[in-house]
């Protein structure tokens, strides 16, 4: 027969322990995955992604990110004359800093929010892995061109990487078909 006293006091342990369990399981469970995509946050804004991603537009101060376009890429409806660079140690950007020309012929920061048709939507985080450390187009194709600092992110563990792109993921889906880059002109922008 059990003892009164025992099964009460097995009853008593059992609730808070059990409750416990389940607080520390929905800690295990939910935050780290919040905690992933705030580390992403606090790496991208330290990485800069914002300064070529994200268009510039003016503010009271001067050029300032426009959020409400963050990390969209180059917009597309943007119209730009050809580049006109002499022979000399430069190269040079559109004002809103997401359009590039030098040696490699002219580059367009890429839209880096999870719209499907336009943007990282299709990416899977290994092949955002694999373009982050071999600098090829979605991992496998043609060379990732300047001014994209790829070697930079390359140098972050796998962790790192994986909250980047778990961030990227997170922002809103913004519609904005970038270009694609051209190539040099034949001469080169500067010699
Ligand atoms: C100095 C400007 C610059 C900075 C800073 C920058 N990017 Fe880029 N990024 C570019 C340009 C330009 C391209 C387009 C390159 C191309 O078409 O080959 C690009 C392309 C990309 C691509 C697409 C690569 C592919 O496979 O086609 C990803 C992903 C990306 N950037 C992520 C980031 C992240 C994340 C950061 C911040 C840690 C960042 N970029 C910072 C300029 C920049």
Known sequence: MKHPT???????????LSLLLLGGKSDKTQDPKR???????YLVRYGGCNDCHTPLKFGPNGPEPDMSRQLSGHPEN?????PDLKPGPWFAATAGMTAWTGPWGISYAANL?????????????DMFLKAMRTGKHMGAGREILPPMPWQSLASLN????KAVFAYLK?????KNRVP????PTGKPAFE
């Open 6 to 16: 025992r099964t009460l006091f097995f009853a008593l342990t059992a609730i808070p």
């Open 35 to 41: 905690t992933v995509v705030k580390r992403g946050e």
């Open 78 to 82: 943007t119209k730009l004359p050809p």
């Open 113 to 125: 929010t999870p719209d499907t048709n336009t943007g990282m939507g299709i990416w899977t985080e």
């Open 158 to 161: 796998d962790d790192d990487l």
């Open 170 to 174: 997170s922002i809103p889906a913004i």
């Open 180 to 183: 694609d880059p051209l190539p």
